[in-house]
C-alpha cells in the first residue's frame, strides 16, 4: 500500500514538473512565433507607431514652449518703431507662433485682413506639419485589428484544411492547434497594436488642439496690439 501511495506521488511530482516546464517554455514570443507572418507586419506596424508617437510628442512639446516675455517684447518694439528688431526677435525664437507674427509684422502698413489672412496662412501651415503622420498613426489604429481578423480567418482555413487532410475519421488535436493558435494569437496582437495607436493618436490629437488654441490666442493677441491707441 505504501509503495502504491509513493508511486502515485512521484507520479504527480513528475506530472507538475512537465505542466511548469511547458509553462516556462509558452512565453510572448513562442506565442508570436505562432501567428506566422501576420504578426511580422504586426510588429512592424507596432515599432513605427511607437516611433511616430515619440517624434510627435517631442515636436508638439517644443511648439508649445514659449517666452512668456515674447509677446511683450514684440509689442514694445513696434511701438518703438523698432521693425527690424521684431522680425528679428521672431527669427531668433523657433516656434509656430513666433513664424506667425513675423509674417503678420511684415505685412503691417496693410489692411487688418490682409495681415489676418497673412498670418492665418502662416498658421495652416504650421498646423499642418504638426499633424504630419498622424494620419499613419489612425490607419494602423484601424487597420492593426483588421489585420488581426484576417489572421483569425486563415488560421481557421488551416485548421479545416488540416482536418480534410485527415481520412482516419478520428480528429486528433495536432490537427487543430497550429490554425488555433494562429487566429488567437493573431486577434490579440492585432489588437494590441490596435489599442495602442488609437489611445496614442488621440493623445497627440489633444495636443495639436492645444497648439492650435495657442496660436489662436497669441494671433488675437497680435491684432489686438496693432489696433491700439500709441
Given at each position: 500500500?505504501?509503495?502504491?501511495?509513493?508511486?502515485?506521488?512521484?507520479?504527480?511530482?513528475?506530472?507538475?514538473?512537465?505542466l511548469n516546464a511547458t509553462a516556462e517554455k509558452m512565453n510572448l514570443w513562442t506565442m508570436a512565433t505562432y501567428g506566422g507572418?501576420?504578426?511580422?507586419?504586426?510588429?512592424?506596424?507596432?515599432?513605427?507607431?511607437?516611433?511616430?508617437?515619440?517624434?510627435?510628442?517631442?515636436?508638439?512639446?517644443?511648439?508649445?514652449?514659449?517666452?512668456?516675455?515674447?509677446?511683450?517684447?514684440?509689442?514694445?518694439?513696434?511701438?518703438?518703431?523698432?521693425?527690424?528688431?521684431?522680425?528679428?526677435?521672431?527669427?531668433?525664437?523657433?516656434?509656430?507662433?513666433?513664424?506667425?507674427?513675423?509674417?503678420?509684422?511684415?505685412?503691417?502698413?496693410?489692411?487688418?485682413?490682409?495681415?489676418?489672412?497673412?498670418?492665418?496662412?502662416?498658421?495652416?501651415?504650421?498646423?499642418?506639419?504638426?499633424?504630419?503622420?498622424?494620419?499613419?498613426?489612425?490607419?494602423?489604429?484601424?487597420?492593426?485589428?483588421?489585420?488581426?481578423?484576417?489572421?483569425?480567418?486563415?488560421?481557421?482555413?488551416?485548421?479545416?484544411?488540416?482536418?480534410?487532410?485527415?481520412?482516419?475519421?478520428?480528429?486528433?488535436?495536432?490537427?487543430?492547434?497550429?490554425?488555433?493558435?494562429?487566429?488567437?494569437?493573431?486577434?490579440?496582437?492585432?489588437?494590441?497594436?490596435?489599442?495602442?495607436?488609437?489611445?496614442?493618436?488621440?493623445?497627440?490629437?489633444?495636443?495639436?488642439?492645444?497648439?492650435v488654441r495657442r496660436l489662436e490666442a497669441r494671433t488675437m493677441e497680435f491684432l489686438d496690439l496693432l489696433n491700439e491707441p500709441?
Amino acid at each position: 500500500m505504501n509503495n502504491l501511495a509513493l508511486i502515485l506521488l512521484q507520479s504527480n511530482v513528475i506530472d507538475e514538473t512537465s505542466l511548469n516546464a511547458t509553462a516556462e517554455k509558452m512565453n510572448l514570443w513562442t506565442m508570436a512565433t505562432y501567428g506566422g507572418p501576420i504578426m511580422i507586419i504586426l510588429a512592424i506596424m507596432l515599432i513605427f507607431a511607437i516611433y511616430l508617437f515619440i517624434e510627435r510628442t517631442v515636436t508638439l512639446k517644443q511648439a508649445l514652449e514659449e517666452d512668456k516675455s515674447f509677446m511683450n517684447r514684440i509689442k514694445d518694439y513696434i511701438y518703438d518703431g523698432k521693425i527690424e528688431a521684431a522680425q528679428k526677435l521672431c527669427r531668433d525664437t523657433n516656434n509656430p507662433i513666433a513664424r506667425m507674427i513675423e509674417k503678420g509684422i511684415s505685412r503691417l502698413g496693410r489692411p487688418m485682413n490682409d495681415v489676418l489672412v497673412a498670418i492665418e496662412n502662416v498658421g495652416n501651415l504650421e498646423i499642418a506639419n504638426l499633424e504630419k503622420g498622424l494620419v499613419i498613426m489612425a490607419s494602423i489604429s484601424g487597420g492593426a485589428p483588421m489585420l488581426g481578423f484576417l489572421g483569425t480567418v486563415t488560421g481557421m482555413v488551416t485548421t479545416f484544411y488540416n482536418m480534410s487532410l485527415n481520412n482516419t475519421g478520428t480528429i486528433q488535436l495536432g490537427d487543430l492547434s497550429q490554425g488555433m493558435y494562429q487566429a488567437m494569437v493573431t486577434t490579440i496582437g492585432g489588437l494590441i497594436v490596435g489599442i495602442i495607436a488609437y489611445f496614442g493618436y488621440n493623445y497627440l490629437i489633444s495636443r495639436v488642439d492645444s497648439v492650435v488654441r495657442r496660436l489662436e490666442a497669441r494671433t488675437m493677441e497680435f491684432l489686438d496690439l496693432l489696433n491700439e491707441p500709441v
